[in-house]
């Protein structure tokens, strides 16, 4: 059973984000149960600072995988004032406006990931079209807007190889316990047949397995 280091561990607390620490040791759990056998890098869709990036990427650096990790840092809706997210320290002091690709480089670098990690920067959509199939694992954590969520979901889910891993962030059956889109896009997945549960909810993360 894979092992998340300690040192990566304190990074992590120390890190902008909003993933809780169960959340996150699930998310390398997971990515690390992918079997060798399996091509094609982790994608995440969603990187702000880095915090679940640091989760996914040790995983990606201990089974020898590559991870892609795909975000235009400009905030998405919920980001920007007046929302309760808005962080002002991730405001661009020229430009002003939200920038938080200087927060993800500093954590990819203290979390030695440099060499596992490649950042692209710009729109998902943009960005799924670059990228060749298949893909591993697809962690989807970006805007959570409705047009945002479903994007991401159409741009990339048909690029996970049989097999492999969807993992979408802040499912919420109850609207009142956060944004409904993730979990729309959850319920489509398993609606299509395409994906499976194969483990139990932990907090707002689910996890399918591709399964046609």
């Avoid at 959570?144 to 479903?150: I, R, S």
């Avoid at 048909?158 to 319920?187: A, C, M, Q, S």
Wanted: net charge negative; glycine share 8%; hydrophobic share 40%.
């Amino acid at each position: 059973m894979a092992i998340f280091p300690e040192n990566l561990a304190e990074l992590a607390r120390g890190t902008k984000g909003f993933m809780p620490t169960k959340e996150g040791l699930a998310l390398f759990d997971l990515a690390s149960a992918i079997p060798s056998t399996l091509s094609g890098p982790i994608v995440e869709i969603g990187s702000y600072c880095g915090l679940s990036t640091i989760y996914l990427g040790e995983a990606a650096r201990q089974t020898g995988r590559s991870m892609l990790t795909v975000d235009h840092h400009r905030g998405s809706e919920e980001m920007h004032p007046p929302s309760p997210y808005f962080d002002q320290s991730v405001i661009d002091p020229v430009t002003k406006r939200v920038d938080t690709l200087p927060f993800l480089r500093r954590t990819l670098e203290l979390s030695e990931l440099e060499s596992v990690v490649t950042v692209a920067i710009g729109d998902s959509a943009v960005v799924a079209g670059l990228v060749a199939d298949p893909i591993a694992c697809l962690f989807i954590d970006g805007g959570h807007g409705a047009l945002q969520e479903w994007v991401d979901y159409a741009s990339w889910a048909d690029k996970i190889t049989v097999g492999g891993l969807l993992l979408i962030h802040d499912v919420f059956e109850d609207e009142k316990d956060g944004g409904r889109p993730p979990f729309e896009i959850y319920t489509a997945a398993v609606a299509s047949k395409q994906f499976a549960t194969f483990t139990k909810d932990m907090g707002s993360l689910r996890a399918l397995r591709r399964v046609s």
